[in-house]
């Protein structure tokens, strides 16, 4: 049970150390949301809102993540006495269609601070058993082949256990030819075009079936499954769904539609960690793998999607790159890392396992919003 009291949104800049190029638009900084919620007792967490600043991924942007949090989501939380966490996705549900992300800020925070309230950690919360996950890096678009090698045969070295290579019309075949040849028959490797592909491209995705991929994920619209399932008839490799996946819902067409074999679960995406784990646990039952994605986190959202990957059915490795693939310094301590089999340690810590620091985010904080039970709203510059 907790009482939300106070909800603080904050508006951080982080710089990626490199450009992220995915088929339709590339992201240079990350404009991060962070969500901190208070209970009445006392009893504080973090959350991380996975928007982008643009709809390049899905209709949700960081601005209108805030909008519906401050306008719809969070007078339905503040001040209420709140059973637990489970609970939270119907409050949020009723009569607000989509803002997935926004309210999976709300959401996850909950989780959060039940973790915090209980004094477990937030994997043991949520059901999950695995001490260490596997990780795999995403590797953005490159301008050349050798360029994209480069970076693969690096994160090879580097112990990850899946390579990940976005592609694009123009920037695909050969480019995955390429990384197959360069790194061997035995090493996991997948595509992501991010919907750059119709069907009318059935053909042309056909020939990544010489490179034995471990999937290829969400290679047509954002909003289709029907078509998906036509190529999925066409192609040996296994389609992989992301996008497509916005609810349990979905996820059940997915499986009765034979729109895709894999499940890509982000809990932004779908609206919180209750409605991922619903998935994981509707895909365990029909023998479909899952695996946890990624959306640039900044080490809070990292912590979150680290414990849920420790559920059981997160059996192929996620996008859970260490801290320093991204950031030259992260918000949280300790950052996050990955050991030389490319594993990432669940924490055993209460709450969700690391430290944020408070110090940091200020500094780098470009707007502060406070939402409080009582009418009045504070805002500062
Ligand atoms: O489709 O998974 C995706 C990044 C931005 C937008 C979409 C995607 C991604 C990634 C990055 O693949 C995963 C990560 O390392 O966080
Ligand atoms: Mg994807």
Redesign the pocket.
């Known amino acids: 049970m907790f009482h939300i009291d106070r909800l603080t949104w904050r508006e951080i800049r982080l710089a990626l150390k490199e450009p ?1 190029r ?1 088929s339709s638009g590339v ?1 240079h900084e990350r404009r991060v949301g962070l969500l901190e919620l208070a209970d009445r007792d006392g009893a504080t967490a973090w959350s991380e809102c996975v928007a ?1 600043d643009r709809p ?2 899905s209709p949700e942007t960081i601005d209108t993540a805030w909008m519906a949090i401050s306008e719809w989501l969070a007078p339905r939380l503040l001040g209420k006495t709140i059973d637990g966490p489970h609970v939270v996705q119907a409050l949020l549900a009723g009569n607000i269609r989509g803002h997935s992300m926004a309210k999976a800020t709300l959401e996850m925070g909950c989780w959060g601070l039940a973790a915090e309230i209980e004094q477990k950690p937030l994997s043991t919360l949520l059901g999950g058993s695995r001490k260490r996950v596997p990780t795999g ?2 590797l ?1 678009i490159q301008n050349a082949p050798p360029m994209l090698v480069e970076r693969a045969q690096r994160a090879v070295a580097a112990g990850y256990r899946k390579i ?1 290579v ?1 592609i694009e019309p123009g920037h695909d075949i050969e480019f995955v030819r390429a990384v197959r040849e360069a790194l061997g028959p035995d090493i996991g490797i997948m595509a ?1 075009a ?1 919907s750059a592909y119709t069907i009318h491209h059935a053909d042309h995705l056909a020939q990544l079936d010489a490179f034995d991929l471990i999937m290829l ?2 290679p047509l619209g954002d909003d289709d499954l029907v078509r998906h399932a036509q190529l999925q008839r066409r192609l040996a490799t296994r389609i992989c769904l ?2 497509s996946i916005t609810s349990l819902d979905r996820a059940e067409d997915m499986i009765a539609l034979g729109s895709g074999r894999i499940v ?1 679960i ?1 809990p932004g995406r779908v609206g919180g960690l209750r409605s991922s784990k619903a998935i994981h646990d509707l895909c365990e039952l029909a023998g479909i793998p899952v695996w946890c ?5 900044s080490g809070i959202g990292r912590s979150y999607n680290v414990a849920l990957a420790s559920l059981p059915n997160f059996s192929l490795p996620g ?3 260490p801290s320093a ?2 950031w030259a310094h992260d918000i949280v301590s300790p950052e996050w890392t990955m050991d030389a089999d490319g594993m990432v340690v669940v924490p055993t810590q209460p709450g969700i396992g690391v430290t944020v620091d408070v110090e940091l985010i200020e500094s780098l904080t470009v707007r502060q919003q406070v939402l409080t039970a009582g009418p009045a709203m504070v805002a500062v510059a």
């Open positions: 992220f995915i992201i982008f390049i991924y890096i995403s953005g990940k976005k992501d991010n994920e969400q992301d996008e890509n982000k994605g990624g959306m640039l986190e996008d859970l790159s693939r991204y």
